[in-house]
């Protein structure tokens, strides 16, 4: 963790799906240039409305969808 920089802190997150208790007291600092990957099942996430945004622009030209 940085001193300081951080842009996004989480503490002691939690989150359960009935009894089931699916984070416990997850604690995270991101910090700009961080690179962070959350992962699982891709269906979970088509539930809710998550979204991302590129940093740079990712497109290449020569290639297109058909």
Do not use: W
């Not at 409305?49 to 020569?62: D, G, R, S, T, W």
């Amino acid at each position: 963790m940085h001193e300081n920089s951080a842009q996004i802190i989480l503490k002691d997150i939690e989150k359960a799906y009935g009894s089931r208790k699916i984070l416990d007291g997850i604690n995270m600092e991101i910090c700009p240039g961080d690179f962070i990957c959350i992962y699982g099942k891709s269906e979970r996430l088509r539930r809710y409305k998550i979204a991302y945004l590129f940093q740079n622009f990712a497109l290449v030209e020569k290639m297109t969808v058909k």
